[in-house]
Nanobody, 115 residues
Framework: QVQLAESGGGLVQTGGSLRLSCKPS????????MAWYRQAPGKQRELVST???????DYADSVRGRFTISKDIAKSTLYLQMNSLTVEDTAVYYC?????????WGQGTQVTVSS
């Protein structure tokens, strides 16, 4: 069973930065697309950013210019660099990998931004 393990969440002050990591239990090159979602308390799950197997990226308008998605093939790890964080970025962040016809979800990592 394929698993995705996120790490890097935590508590940070407004304006600070965090880098999330996601390491699949199989090679990252197997995924046709990978993404980061987030869900804040009382809100719907939101797509934050995607990266295709070819390296094309996309971002939600709310994070564009502040967040950067990337992947390290050698380390088989997906990243989300988050800068200029605001309290509105507080959420559980999930790594998702598109594998065949299935989407594989990680367990999530909490990001809390304090004012």
């Amino acid at each position: 069973q394929v698993q995705l393990a996120e790490s890097g969440g935590g508590l940070v002050q407004t304006g600070g930065s965090l880098r999330l990591s996601c390491k699949p239990s199989m090679s990252i090159v197997s995924f046709k697309v990978m993404a980061w979602y987030r869900q804040a308390p009382g809100k719907q799950r939101e797509l934050v950013s995607t990266i295709t197997a070819g390296g094309m990226t996309d971002y939600a308008d709310s994070v564009r210019g502040r967040f950067t998605i990337s992947k390290d093939i050698a380390k088989s790890t997906l990243y989300l660099q988050m800068n200029s964080l605001t309290v509105e970025d507080t959420a559980v962040y999930y790594c998702v990998g598109g594998l065949g016809s299935a989407n594989i979800w990680g367990q999530g990592t909490q990001v809390t931004v304090s004012s």
